[in-house]
């Protein structure tokens, strides 16, 4: 890959992973309701999808699920439904102490990784990336020594900022009244994204 073509997948990647969606939803609430260490497994179930995904993307199997009109759409429920109803859950616990000592490193980390996972639209983002930046005249994996550390470290960068804004926001919502509708604002974000998943169309490679 050309310094020229890695810094288009650099910028483009910077975009994919800034613009907020379910992911950032979920860092800035765990930033807002949990110790700061325990919150950054959120950052690193998202660093496991995005591991996960970009390895599969390499193998072609992400374009294989966004040309399967069947998986697309099954996907697109299950992640649609999960999404509105964590925002459904979120608003009605909206007024109830966050429990920041009763969630287990293990669910902050399985829960991020559903969210993270179980959005087909991630599938869009990563054929987009190899679609548009990969080389077919260049080895895979040779490429993939340039593509994974540049991912994985802007994906690192931007997640971990979304987490320190939500741990900066539950420190200043210190009136219930805020707290309430901040994490209410959160929810139906989620419920949002979920609308907007189960609207969307299955993503198309590009030859």
């Known amino acids: 890959m050309s310094f020229e073509a890695w810094t288009i997948f650099a910028l483009f990647w910077v975009v994919f992973v ?8 979920n ?11 325990k919150a950054m497994l959120g950052v690193l179930a998202i660093l496991t999808q995005a591991s ?14 966004a040309t399967s009109p ?39 980390y399985l829960h991020a990784l559903a969210v993270a996972t179980i959005n087909p639209k991630s599938v ?19 490429q993939m020594t ?3 550390p540049t991912a994985l470290v802007l994906t690192t960068l931007s997640y971990t900022g979304f987490t ?24 139906t974000c989620f419920i949002i994204y979920g609308v907007l998943l189960g609207a969307s169309t299955a993503p198309s490679a590009r030859g």
Not at 27 to 37: A, E, K, T
Not at 124 to 137: I, R
Not at 173 to 187: C, E, I, Q, S, Y
Request: some cysteine; proline content about 8%; aromatic content about 12%.
């Open 146 to 148: 340039v593509i994974m």
């Open 70 to 108: 069947t998986a697309f759409f099954i996907a697109k429920l299950m992640g649609a439904g999960f999404l509105i109803w964590l925002g459904v859950r979120g608003w009605m616990n909206a007024t109830k102490p966050a429990p920041a000592s009763e969630r287990p490193a293990r669910h902050v």
């Open 164 to 187: 320190v804004l939500g741990a900066v926001m539950g420190k200043a919502a210190l009136g219930a009244v805020f707290n309430t509708w901040v994490r209410r604002v959160m929810a």
């Open 124 to 142: 869009a983002g990563y054929l987009a990336a190899f679609s548009q930046f990969v080389q077919p005249d260049v080895p895979i994996w040779q």
């Open 52 to 65: 996960g995904f970009l390895i599969l993307s390499a193998l072609g199997v992400t374009a294989l699920i």
């Open 27 to 37: 860092c800035i609430s765990n930033g807002m309701s949990l110790p700061f260490p």
């Open 18 to 25: 800034t613009t907020p969606g379910p992911n950032a939803v």
